[in-house]
């Protein structure tokens, strides 16, 4: 394990988090396989039939829980514990994960190790160190977005421990990652249901992919099975727009086009009926000549 930077004597929170690790944590199985998402759409369009370990990125509009439900619905597919690091700015902004909100999601509260820091170098050593521990099932870094040479560090401590290393973002990121995925997750309307709310549900963007292209879901939980399913195209279509419209002109009750006093109620007779009319009227003022 790499020594312990000598300003960190200050950091309980990573202090705690690194005596569990050392405490036997480390002790974990060799060649842990990827993360399957639960819907097999998502997982055939990864290049790796899951999340492979190593350096993932997923980001969310500002305010917009949707980032960390859709980790938390990944992570309780992957037994082991939780290696939870945070800024100390989310920290005091959003506080802790919502304990009855992630379990519904599948993952337990008691799995989480919950790390803090005030500084970003802080942060990223406890990121690194988690990510070479081998009994975690993944390291959640949120409020700090390393660079191009601290995520090479990254990726290379996943891949060593096997592991998955998820950084949560807010907004769409312009820079330069190495990160092997990067995703934007928004919170999308539930499907009503008779019961009351329905499940959640996000829109789900894999905008980059190392080989792999860009694709987008819908996708909702699924209490029962407890994973995530991806919604039918139809499901989420207003009813009016599965309604075939007749294509062609419009047309009156007698099968011609309306004229203007089926249109504008005017006081001249048009159309089909009123054609006949005037070709009657005419023939009995020539008759009457």
């Known amino acids: 394990m790499t020594p312990c930077p000598p300003h960190l004597s200050h950091s309980i929170r990573i202090a705690q ?8 944590l480390t002790k ?5 396989p990827c993360v399957g998402t639960g819907a097999a759409e998502i997982d055939e369009a990864l290049p790796w039939g899951g999340l492979t370990p190593g350096l993932h990125e997923i980001a969310a509009a500002y305010g917009d829980a949707a ?3 859709f980790v938390a619905s990944l992570l309780g597919r992957r037994p082991g514990p939780v290696l939870w690091c945070r800024s100390r700015r989310t920290a005091l902004e959003a506080g802790d994960p919502y304990g009855p909100g992630i379990a519904g999601l599948g993952l337990e509260p008691d799995r989480l190790i919950l790390a803090e820091a005030a500084k970003p170098p802080e942060l990223l050593w406890a990121m690194e160190e988690g990510a070479r521990t081998k009994g975690l099932a993944a390291v959640v870094a949120d409020g700090v977005m390393p660079d191009l040479t ?8 996943a891949e060593a421990g096997q592991g998955l290393v998820l950084l949560l973002a807010t907004g769409r990121q312009a820079a330069a990652s190495t990160a092997l995925t990067r995703w934007f997750v928004s919170s999308a309307p539930s499907r009503p249901e008779a019961e009351g709310p329905g499940r959640p549900c996000w829109t789900v963007e ?9 694709r987008e879901w819908m996708v909702e939980w699924d ?8 919604v039918p195209p139809m499901a989420d279509r207003p009813l009016a727009a ?25 006081g001249q007779d048009s159309g089909a009926d ?7 009227a005419g023939g009995r003022k020539s008759a009457a000549a």
Request: charged content about 25%.
């Open 17 to 24: 988090a690194a005596a569990l690790i050392r405490a036997g």
């Open 67 to 69: 980032k960390a439900g």
């Open 206 to 214: 894999l905008w980059r992919c190392r080989g792999g292209r860009p």
């Open 150 to 157: 601290a995520g090479r560090r990254l990726q290379l401590a």
């Open 28 to 32: 974990g199985p060799e060649g842990r």
């Open 223 to 230: 209490d029962a099975a407890l994973s995530l399913s991806v």
């Open 242 to 266: 599965a309604i075939p419209v007749p294509q062609g002109p419009a047309t009156g009750f007698d099968g011609a086009r309306p004229g203007r006093n089926q249109v504008d109620g005017g």
């Open 274 to 280: 009123g054609a006949r009319r005037r070709d009657d």
